[in-house]
């Protein structure tokens, strides 16, 4: 349980969320209470009902939470952007002409041609 305390705390920090906006995002399906429990690891198993409510509150997929609380790993990203980040991004993007057309540039590119544009500006 601790990788999947770890994950929600991470997850909750990415997103700006509190126990409560969790509680209120699941639709009052998750207690705010019951979530302070899991992060301060007073939770030692947790049902189906209550890991949908929470992956609901977290709007992330059930199946990855379903996956870290039966104790198997997952893999995430390691450059994977907050989602606070992300929003700031795609606002810079649609706010600029130029930015937009690289992105749809970027969109159109074969897998091959992405994978060594990536390098091309990693090395700048």
């Not at 890991?51 to 997929?61: F, H, M, T, V, Y």
């Amino acid at each position: 349980m601790e990788k999947f305390r770890a994950f929600v705390q991470k997850t909750m920090d990415d997103k700006g969320l509190t126990a409560w906006q969790v509680q209120k995002r699941s639709g009052g399906k998750i207690k705010d209470s019951y979530i302070k429990d899991i992060l301060a690891g007073k939770t030692k198993s947790i049902g189906v009902e209550k890991l949908n409510a929470l992956a609901l509150g977290l709007d992330i997929d059930s199946i990855e939470l379903f996956k870290l609380a039966s104790g198997e790993d997952i893999v995430q990203p390691s450059d994977a952007w907050p989602s606070a980040v992300l929003h700031q991004a795609i606002g810079q993007i649609l706010q600029s002409p130029d930015l937009t057309a690289v992105v749809k540039a970027i969109l159109q590119l074969k897998p091959a041609k992405l994978k060594a544009l990536r390098k091309q500006l990693e090395k700048e």
